[in-house]
Nanobody, 125 residues
Framework: VQLQASGGGLVQAGGSLRLSCTDSGRTFSNYVMAWFRQAPEKEREFVAGISWSGRNLNYADSAKGRFTISRDNAKKTVDLQMNNLTPEDTAVYYC???????????????????WGQGTLVTVSS
């Protein structure tokens, strides 16, 4: 696994964070990439996904209007800008690659076959 997630930290409710995922090895520019998150004692859930070109986006309802996913294929990065954070956003955030698809963004954990190590986001009230 060559994905490296960064940018997590502690932020107050209403604040913002920008997560970044870097592909330091194999190039995933042709594939769908996504962010998932897992809160303590909860299932890992889809947050946002982006097609290879960046033209197709998919957001979980909890992320719509607050989070923005973007990618830079030249730099091999995918970012997640998170605004207006709430304590419910507290989780470990993972970036992932669906190497079987380039356009269709499926919000299903089992469809993603490469994962980063996760970065912790903690939102205090």
């Amino acid at each position: 696994v060559q994905l490296q997630a960064s940018g997590g930290g502690l932020v107050q409710a209403g604040g913002s964070l920008r997560l970044s995922c870097t592909d330091s090895g194999r190039t995933f520019s042709n594939y769908v990439m996504a962010w998932f998150r897992q809160a303590p004692e909860k299932e890992r859930e889809f947050v946002a996904g982006i097609s290879w070109s960046g033209r197709n986006l998919n957001y979980a309802d909890s992320a719509k209007g607050r989070f923005t996913i973007s990618r830079d294929n030249a730099k091999k990065t995918v970012d997640l800008q998170m605004n207006n954070l709430t304590p419910e956003d507290t989780a470990v955030y993972y970036c992932a690659v669906d190497s079987r698809r380039s356009t269709a963004i499926l919000p299903l954990r089992e469809e993603y076959d490469y994962w980063g190590q996760g970065t912790l986001v903690t939102v205090s009230s």
